[in-house]
């Protein structure tokens, strides 16, 4: 891994001559996250995942019923004079962001009800195009001791594609079912706050950074959202738990940092992680997944002979395959699928699992010829 300042990554980028990426990936850039950002390739990183400040606005020390001081977020990194200026940064960041991220890509921003929404406006203004916004609800919250307010028990994530249009972005369904016991991935993700010995703290106990996020956050939205050697850019780094899970998953990232002392944190955390298995780190993929295939392809590429009669399951039905890839049925064709929809008096029908071809009076469903073509002709 290597620490980088701006000077060193614009010679390294601006240089046509030279191949940029051993120079800025699995790297901590150190400096501003706008001009880091600028002096990196366009259309060079697959997902971002954004932890910006929160631009809390604070009114005084809070104590607990003991009267001990909470270690709350007062660093200077996150206080702006108006909500002007940190509108203006945010603005700032998320452009340079946009062109860096490739077409396809997605950004994760994360926040809490003092900006969230301010960043949601600006995404949308800026011609990102909101997915979802998920919610990270707390497990062990801090509770609010004024008692003036609900405990705030949840940040807001908002997922956002590059623009409207791009509709090839990774999402990686069939994972996160199965993440889920077999159901749909919902929106709502519980995870307690960071601690134990994942809280980094320096010799005398106190925390490194106050808002370090909890690495199991971070791995879902790896998980959901990217693939293995994807490119992982946070500008907001700090102590680089999403470089350490990107490491650990097998993505290549990228960070931007300011303070030295978060980097140096990150820098040994990261150095410590071991990267799992390219079996483990395989994910899970579902039909939907696959690539295309027509029909008709099965038919030039001679695994079903043209006059060929499929069947249903339980032979109730019968079609002839014509040249075309349509099914012809008593004066009547439509693709696998319209036909088998038609024959069963329903509105819609998989024809991939409900036609079989009768072989050696042994039924094989097209649907595993399909994968025997896939797997024949390398289609991706």
Known sequence: MRLLNLAELSSA????????YPHWMNSIIKGDCVAALEALPKNSVDVVFADPPYNLQLEGDLHRPDQSKVDACDD?????????????????????VRRVLKP???????????????????????GFWILNDVIWRKSNPMPNFRGRRFTNAHETMIWASRDQNAKKYT?????????????????????????????????????????????????????????PGDVVLD?????????????????????????????????A???????????????????????????????????IKPGATLVDSKKRWKAIVRIDG??????????????????????ACNGWTFWY?????????????????RKVNRVE
């Open 13 to 20: 980028t601006e240089n046509p001559s030279r191949k940029s």
């Open 76 to 96: 200077h990194w996150d206080q702006f004079d108006t909500f002007r200026a940190y509108d203006d940064f945010t603005r700032a960041w998320l452009l340079a």
């Open 104 to 126: 396809d890509g997605t950004i994760w921003v994360i926040g809490s009800y003092h900006n969230i929404f301010r960043v949601g406006t600006l995404l949308q203004d800026h």
């Open 171 to 227: 999402f990686n369904y069939d994972a996160m079912k199965m993440a889920n016991d077999d159901v749909q991935m919902r929106s709502d993700w519980l995870f307690p706050i960071c601690n134990g010995g994942e809280r980094l703290k320096d010799d005398g106990g106190a925390k490194v950074h106050p808002t370090q996020k909890p690495e199991a956050l971070l791995q879902r939205v790896l998980l959901s959202s990217s693939k």
């Open 235 to 267: 500008p907001f780094f700090g102590t680089g738990t999403t470089g350490a899970v990107a490491k650990r998953l097998g993505r290549n990232f990228v960070g931007i940092e300011r303070e030295q002392d978060y980097i140096d944190a990150a820098h």
């Open 269 to 303: 955390r990261i150095m410590a992680v071991e990267p799992l298995a390219d079996n483990v780190v395989a994910m899970t993929e579902g039909k939907r997944a696959a690539p295309r295939v027509p029909f008709a392809s099965l038919i030039e590429a001679g695994m």
């Open 326 to 347: 349509s099914l012809e049925c008593d004066g009547e064709s439509a693709s696998i699928h319209r036909m088998g929809a038609k024959l069963q008096g329903q509105d």
């Open 357 to 373: 071809l009768q072989f050696d009076k042994k039924l094989t469903c097209i649907d595993d010829l399909r994968a025997e073509y």
